[in-house]
């Protein structure tokens, strides 16, 4: 498979392999792809736990949807880390 980076992620790719984050461009690709991967599935989670709170009805209040969105966020961000 061929892939164009442009210039931009080229050289993006190039200094991440330079300064030895990766042993090499296929690394490097392959960690963007699984974040991408990884990204999407959180999404879907996401859409899933909101289309499921809708069928069930009721309703929260703005503060409360707030506070549970950013604990899921803090969450995500700590698994990241």
């Known amino acids: 498979m061929n892939v164009s980076l442009g210039e931009r992620w080229e050289s993006f790719v190039a200094t991440a392999v330079e300064q030895g984050r990766y042993g090499s461009a296929s690394e490097v690709v392959r960690e963007g792809l699984r974040l991408v991967e990884e990204r999407e599935a959180k999404l879907l989670a996401l859409r899933q736990t909101i289309e ?27 698994e990241r880390a």
């Open 52 to 78: 499921a709170a809708i069928d069930r009805g009721g309703s929260h209040s703005e503060e409360d949807v707030e506070r549970a969105l950013k604990a899921k966020l803090d969450s995500w961000a700590a």
